[in-house]
């Protein structure tokens, strides 16, 4: 079935690069997004790929897409302690319904 | 815009109570999505919604349901709550399918 892996927990220093990973199993995604949620909050779009791209740059957002392996990457730049959050990945299960599959979420511990 | 807004923000219920949480969203968006979170988990789908008097299940929907009268508000049931619907719940929408989900701040409920 559909299922979205993440690493649990990942603990960077300030001003490092963090960098965020994701594997999933459709490949028939046309869509997968980058969510993060901050304590007690609902989740933010933070980001988005198409499944026909294998790199999208935001400001201090890169987004690397493998399809051959399924693989998908968050990378911040100079992450600050305001980036401390829990950041899910998703897929698309269904393009015309928008059901998305969410990974466990990666939880990033910026230490100053 | 108020954008996605839920109530209540928390609940705690005896087994066996029901309750309906509620969502409304002023965005004029098509599609609607209840989730839940699980500590530690990512969001799992309940139902959805793809415009108003449509609906249909998610990956969970047991012990769950829900209507959509109108495009503004998507209520989800609980008719006979169990200890493992403890959870926090999140409702979204989006403009159409592909599009990204907003996502309300969530209701923490408790069953006890």
């Known amino acids: 079935g559909e299922d979205v892996e993440q690493s649990l927990f990942l603990s960077v220093r300030e001003g490092d690069s963090s960098v965020i990973n994701c594997t999933y199993t459709?490949?028939?995604?046309?869509?997968l997004y980058w969510y993060k949620q901050e304590p007690g909050a609902g989740l933010q779009l933070l980001t988005y790929?198409?499944?026909?791209?294998d790199m999208k740059q935001d400001q201090r957002l890169t987004v690397l897409l493998n399809k051959k392996d399924k693989h998908l990457s968050l990378r911040i730049a100079d992450t600050q302690t305001g980036d401390s959050a829990i950041y899910f990945c998703a897929e698309v299960f269904s393009g015309n319904t928008g059901k998305l599959i969410f990974g466990q979420g990666t939880t990033l511990q910026v230490k100053p | 815009n108020a954008g996605v807004t839920q109530t209540p923000k928390f609940r705690i219920l005896k087994i066996g109570q029901s309750m309906t949480l509620q969502c409304t969203q002023d965005?004029?968006?098509?599609?609607m999505y209840w989730y839940r979170q699980d500590p530690g988990m990512g969001l799992k789908l309940i139902y959805y919604?793809?415009?108003?008097?449509?609906?249909d299940k998610g990956e969970v929907p047991n012990g769950y349901n829900v209507s959509r009268s109108t495009t503004e508000d998507f209520p989800l049931r609980l008719e006979l709550a169990a200890p493992s619907q403890t959870s926090v719940y999140f409702c979204a929408s989006s403009l159409t399918g592909p599009n990204e989900q907003f996502f309300g701040p969530g209701t923490r409920l408790t069953v006890l």
């Open positions: 459709d490949s028939s995604s046309t869509y």
């Open positions: 790929i198409f499944s026909n791209m």
């Open positions: 919604s793809v415009g108003a008097g449509i609906t």
């Open positions: 965005m004029n968006h098509n599609y």
